[in-house]
């Protein structure tokens, strides 16, 4: 295990921020119950059986992202002795849900922000440090050794970066001969694209002021294009946009109660309005994709 951590140099500093994070965070430090039922371990849209459903209790986001998860690890083909990452760890949720359900396997967390590894050291019972589960750097320029990993997943990390190469060639490089890696993220249909592009031009620079940078532009096909530039065979593609439909009302509800203005709240509102209906009319999909190592 030291030969995988041998380029390991992780900064002492809190990262780039993303504003949506600083009112999660805001919202656990107050004691907001119902933030923490959601939100305290897992930072990614859930997986809802019914698609239907109507769903209020806030516990409910979390066994939702339990199940999505369940979804990913799955798709990675996961067994004992696989050495795992979780590329963009959030709270820690999968890292604890892997290293709890699949005994003998080893998961590693990797996120840019100190204080996201903050409220996942407090999930998992240690410290970020130098060791691991979780540590801190830049998911553009792992630090570690050349085929360290049976698999890597990234939930919902892609579409905030608008260099997608660096990340998949940093995978590429850090899978094993037929290593996976398994994508959950935002796409847009292929004829949603332009508009997609024209309202990232226009209202990226607003989005991203006030939660953060969201790219949602990428279409499957887009991912694939990466992939394959990067030495990784696309292999599977699940599109499980109407298992996440019940995540908008839910989030919508929650944040309804955050500390923040009645302005904010309205335009919160607005947005996931908006999203919630490209995705029922499916300009907007959610997407599980797996890619294999070629070598």
Same mark, same amino acid.
């Given at each position: 295990?030291?030969?995988?951590?041998?380029?390991?140099?992780?900064?002492?500093?809190?990262?780039?921020?993303?504003? !949506?994070?600083?009112?999660?965070?805001?919202?656990?430090?107050?004691? +907001?119950?119902?933030?923490?039922? =959601?939100?305290?371990?897992?930072?990614?849209?859930?997986?809802?059986?019914?698609?239907?459903?109507?769903?209020?209790?806030?516990? =409910? &986001?979390?066994?939702?992202?339990?199940?999505?998860?369940?979804?990913?690890?799955?798709?990675?083909?996961?067994?004992?002795?696989?050495?795992?990452?979780? =590329?963009?760890?959030? &709270?820690?949720?999968?890292?604890?849900?892997?290293?709890?359900?699949?005994?003998?396997?080893?998961?590693?967390?990797?996120?840019?922000?100190?204080?996201?590894?903050?409220?996942?050291?407090? %999930?998992?019972?240690?410290?970020?440090?130098?060791?691991?589960?979780?540590?801190?750097?830049?998911?553009?320029?792992?630090?570690?050794?050349?085929?360290?990993?049976? +698999?890597?997943?990234?939930?919902?990390?892609?579409?905030?970066?608008?260099?997608?190469?660096?990340?998949?060639?940093? +995978?590429?490089?850090?899978?094993?001969?037929?290593?996976?890696?398994?994508?959950?993220?935002?796409?847009?249909?292929?004829?949603?694209?332009?508009?997609?592009?024209?309202?990232?031009?226009?209202?990226?620079? /607003?989005?991203?002021?006030? !939660?953060?940078?969201?790219?949602?532009?990428?279409?499957?096909?887009? &991912?694939?294009?990466?992939?394959?530039?990067?030495?990784?065979?696309?292999?599977?593609?699940?599109?499980?946009?109407?298992?996440?439909?019940?995540?908008?009302?839910?989030?919508?509800?929650? /944040?309804?109660?955050?500390?923040?203005?009645?302005?904010?709240?309205?335009? %919160?509102?607005?947005?996931?309005?908006? /999203?919630?209906?490209?995705?029922?009319?499916?300009?907007?999909? !959610?997407?599980? /994709?797996?890619?294999?190592?070629?070598?």
């Amino acid at each position: 295990m030291a030969t995988m951590f041998a380029q390991m140099n992780p900064p002492k500093h809190p990262g780039p921020r993303l504003r !949506y994070i600083d009112r999660f965070l805001a919202e656990l430090a107050r004691g +907001a119950l119902d933030v923490e039922k =959601a939100l305290g371990q897992h930072l990614h849209w859930g997986f809802h059986e019914d698609p239907n459903a109507r769903i209020d209790d806030p516990s =409910a &986001f979390a066994v939702a992202a339990e199940l999505m998860n369940v979804k990913l690890i799955e798709l990675a083909e996961i067994g004992g002795g696989d050495v795992v990452l979780d =590329a963009g760890c959030g &709270f820690g949720g999968l890292v604890k849900q892997l290293n709890r359900d699949l005994p003998g396997i080893r998961a590693i967390g990797l996120n840019h922000d100190i204080r996201q590894l903050d409220q996942a050291s407090k %999930n998992l019972d240690i410290l970020p440090s130098t060791g691991t589960p979780i540590l801190q750097a830049n998911a553009l320029r792992l630090p570690f050794a050349s085929r360290s990993f049976d +698999a890597i997943i990234a939930s919902e990390l892609l579409c905030h970066l608008d260099d997608g190469s660096a990340f998949f060639r940093e +995978a590429g490089r850090t899978l094993k001969p037929g290593g996976r890696l398994i994508v959950g993220d935002h796409v847009v249909a292929a004829a949603a694209k332009p508009c997609a592009k024209v309202v990232d031009l226009l209202l990226g620079p /607003m989005f991203g002021r006030l !939660y953060g940078r969201l790219n949602c532009t990428r279409t499957v096909a887009d &991912f694939s294009r990466l992939a394959e530039d990067a030495g990784l065979a696309p292999e599977e593609r699940i599109d499980v946009t109407r298992n996440t439909l019940p995540n908008y009302r839910l989030l919508r509800r929650l /944040m309804r109660g955050f500390d923040i203005s009645f302005a904010e709240k309205r335009l %919160n509102d607005l947005i996931s309005l908006s /999203m919630e209906s490209a995705a029922r009319t499916g300009a907007f999909k !959610y997407a599980l /994709m797996k890619f294999q190592s070629k070598s």
